[in-house]
């Protein structure tokens, strides 16, 4: 057979490597969090009885720790891995979302026309539905015609997000914290402005940008809003034409952006090259140069052995249809399917498989490592104000007991001095008395 389960992938992803990192910073915080609170009623309690021992700023440095650890544990309760996909209108970018799905959950088709970003994400409750930006209301989906009829009545614009909400059991991807961002194709309907990128690349090919034309105007504030913490990007390509000028273009302002952005090239449509089996591999070869070519000396973004893991040709219309037979106990490749299937869905799979490993990698350095970094010192921090307290406290207890042995010492010394006294005054009075009794027995004598 051509796939393993869902759930054999489950058990060996790289994802779940995510999944328990969260767990376990998770955890750790709320131990922080608590020793954070302890030590804040701790400081300010102290300083109330003793003002010498625990300065101002002592309190204010742990008490405003407490809101700052509260914010780390919101956003670490949230975090995701994203993935956000990229290409133009058809080349297939619903398709490969669903394909990884496993379920036809974005509307796809010519006639289609995402004119917004959509986020797909699991929900807790086993619920499916969707919320627009900016609205707290959940409008329920039960199926793609419901959603593409709720996407169509929405008056969205092209920078808005919807977010869509999916039960986490029905892809092990929701389950394990992965979000999919679909961004709006271009949808430019002047045949002008689409024209002359295409002609200009084909005048001048070894120009990497068309200026002044860019896939939508208002790009920057894209990348700002919606890609800024993505994870990786996908750019879903057509592998019947060559890169446009328009979505290379959306690359070089990522990249501007972002230090090194893991991005993947997915020549899609591979299917369609399978009735030129004569010209397959050259297509091939050309399509895999270009591209790397994209990654390693525009973008820079790559080794030329990491481009390689980068590249794959792939039909997702094919690997979509292959896991809904899957789905109902059907073999995949039931149906007509164009030649050359098993390999394509072997190269789909071997995609997932190098993308789940960059996501996770990714997520976890640029999630938790300055998480951690941030919890270490606030803890050294903490730690160190106990233990300038505590010598404080020890210094106070030292000044104490010299006091004390001070007072000690003279009393010593006094008490001697009263008991060289005493005896000097027993002595006198010794002779006194003898001298006394003396003179009285000499006068009774007499
Ligand atoms: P999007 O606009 O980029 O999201 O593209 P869609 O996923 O909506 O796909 C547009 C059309 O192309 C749909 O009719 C899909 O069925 C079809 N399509 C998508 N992927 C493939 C593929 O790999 N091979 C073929 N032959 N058709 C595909």
Redesign the pocket.
Known sequence: TVAPSADLRNSSSPLQRFVKGKRKINDIFVEIEDYVLDSSNYVSALRKENKVIVDEGDVKLVTDYVQKIKGIRDVLARDHMKVA?F????????????AMLRDKI?????G???NCFLQVEGSENGESYLMTEGCQDKQNVKSVGQLAHALCKEKLNENQLVRIFWPRDKCFLLRDDVVFV?SP?KSNTNIFFRLVPVLWQFLYPELSMFPGIDVSPNLDEWIDKHCLDADVFVL?ANAESTLMVTEKNFFHKVSTKLSKPNIFILN?????SASEMDFQDQVRAQHLERAADFLVKELKVCSPKEANERIFF??????LQARLNEEKGMPPHSGALAEGFPNRYFEFQDFEKKFEECISKSAIKTKFEQHSQRGKSVSQDIRDVMESIYEKALATQKDKSFVKKDLNDKLNFTEQQLLLITQEMKEKIHHMVEDVEQRVSKALSE
Do not use: C, M, Q, Y
């Open positions: 996909f290409g133009r209108t058809s080349n297939g970018k619903s398709s490969v979302i669903n974005l509307p796809s088709g010519i289609h026309t995402t679909d194709g879903v899609n449509r591979w299917d369609a792939v039909s997702a219309k094919e690997v």
